[in-house]
């Protein structure tokens, strides 16, 4: 109530009385929405989150979640086939999310010591009525090295990194499947490097869709690249 109060006094500092009367309706749907304070978690992006960020790597931002559940379900598989890796897994909102979802497994692989230890906390303290999975585990590695688990996996990319790390997350992916019968599904959303996908010999795109809002004007909101491993 006191934050609220602070924030009213200095918004009609800022901007006025008729500014803020016509802010207020955004702030209460923002305050209703938001995802961390509806949960108490720690997702939102913070400028330090991209400190020290390597060249190769893209910054921090966190699954949209409406988006996320329109994609995994789009999908039409029996999701606990799959164990779910998200390579550059960042503060966890993706896991929180897959976790709506039955999969075998759930793991996130994350480069950056101090986003790890947050999607950990995360994976903690989030209560969530639909939430069917307790267990998320949390990797801090680098998603180039990291050696994939058996059994079938559904691989989630939103836009972690560039060619570079891309091509060793592949050229692992391709012994993986050299070494076992498996199926791969790859969710690759805002694919920027989704050439070296398209050129994989051992993986076939079976979707590309921009999503846009249901309402506000059918803005665009993401786009999505859905690759399987050819059989
Ligand atoms: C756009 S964020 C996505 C976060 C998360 N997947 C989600 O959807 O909520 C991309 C994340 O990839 C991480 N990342 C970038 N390069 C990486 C690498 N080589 N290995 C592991 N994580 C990496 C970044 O630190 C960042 O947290």
Redesign the pocket.
């Known amino acids: 109530m006191m934050d609220t109060l602070v924030r009213l006094r200095a918004s009609l500092r800022k901007n006025g009385w008729w500014r803020t009367l016509t802010l207020i309706p955004r702030n209460i749907l923002f305050q209703l929405t938001d995802f961390d304070r509806k949960h108490g978690t720690n ?1 939102g992006f913070q400028a330090e ?1 991209d400190a020290g ?2 060249r ?8 949209p979640p409406r988006l ?1 559940h329109r994609i995994i379900r789009s999908l039409d598989i029996a999701p606990e086939h799959y164990a779910f890796i ?10 929180l999310l897959a976790a709506h979802h039955p999969f075998r497994r759930i793991i ?5 010591p101090r ?1 790890d230890a947050i999607a950990a906390e995360n994976a903690r303290i989030y209560r969530h009525p639909e939430r069917r999975m307790h267990a998320i585990e949390t990797i801090r ?4 090295a ?1 050696d994939l688990p058996p059994g079938d996996l559904l691989i ?6 560039k060619a570079a ?1 891309m091509e060793r997350v592949l050229a692992n992916l391709e012994r993986a499947l050299q070494a076992e019968p498996l199926d791969v599904l790859i969710v690759y ?1 805002n694919p920027t490097q989704r050439r070296l996908l398209d050129q994989a010999p051992f993986l076939e795109r079976i979707a590309y869709r921009e999503y846009r809002t249901k309402r506000f004007r059918k803005m665009p909101i993401g786009r999505v690249a859905i690759y399987r491993n050819r059989r």
Do not use: C, M, R, W
């Not at 190769?56 to 699954?63: L, M, P, R, V």
């Open positions: 997702t989150d960020l390597p190769e790597h893209e910054g921090y931002e966190g699954a996320f998200d390579l550059g897994s960042g503060k966890g909102k993706a896991l996130g692989v994350e480069y950056n986003l590695d680098d998603a180039g990291f989630y990319l939103f836009n972690p990194f790390i959303q």
